[in-house]
């Protein structure tokens, strides 16, 4: 009766001891792959436009914080103690680039060219006749150093100009010259078109540079 009894038990027993081996509570012919947890990541942020300026934006130059003048033709054009000088009617360079003055005892404003004012628009250019005789607008010009303050006095007001620089250049196509040609508001440039003693071009321009410092309004 025994004997019966763990006879009949015993298939029981072995599907249990390999159930138990197996690790696994799933039906007979099933199988469970274990999936790897994923690492935890930071979503990407979403991205925004920024302001960029276009590569084809252009920025005037800085022009000092001064009074409203209203751009107007000049009258007159001081340096202390070496300058006093009116002026004659505007004119333009020759075709070649050359400048020319109108007359020996006035200087004369590049007519198509920039206006005295603040804000300015464009560079001044001034021209007049340097002589060794002492019998034009402009002898005085080559003693005009860096730093001298040129004034220049229109009937809308009064622009101071700081000296930056000084040179002696060639006068055939200097008018052509990229800086002469370009638009700089605030620059000025006095050109003394040389004479020599018997009154001859000498082929040579005394160049001042200067930029606007001052700016009193009538």
């Not at 001891?17 to 509570?25: I, P, Q, R, T, Y």
């Not at 979403?46 to 084809?56: L, N």
């Not at 040609?181 to 040389?194: A, H, I, K, Q, W």
């Amino acid at each position: 009766m025994i004997v019966a009894v763990v006879i009949a038990l015993l298939p029981a027993v072995v599907l249990g001891a390999k159930n138990l081996f197996d690790g696994s509570d799933s039906p007979s012919g099933s199988h469970r792959t274990v999936q790897p947890i994923p690492p935890a990541t930071t979503p990407a942020p979403t991205p925004t436009a920024e302001a960029t300026p276009s590569a084809s934006t252009t920025h005037p130059p800085v022009q000092p914080n001064l009074p409203h003048v209203a751009a107007d033709v000049p009258r007159r054009l001081l340096s202390t103690g070496l300058l006093n000088v009116g002026f004659d009617d505007s004119v333009e360079p020759s075709s070649s680039g050359t400048f020319r003055a109108r007359s020996s005892a006035e200087a004369a404003r590049w007519g198509t060219r920039g206006k005295p004012g603040m804000p300015a628009k464009d560079t001044v250019v001034i021209i007049g006749k340097t002589f060794t005789r002492g019998q034009s607008a402009f002898d005085t010009l080559p003693q005009v150093k860096t730093g001298a303050r040129i004034v220049i006095r229109t009937d809308s007001g009064e622009l101071t100009y700081t000296v930056l620089s000084t040179a002696t250049e060639r006068a055939a196509g200097l008018a052509s010259t990229s800086a002469f040609s370009r638009t700089t508001p605030g620059r000025l440039y006095v050109v003394g078109v040389e004479y020599d003693r018997s009154g001859h071009l000498t082929g040579k321009d005394y160049v001042v540079l200067a930029e606007i410092s001052g700016a009193i309004a009538r």
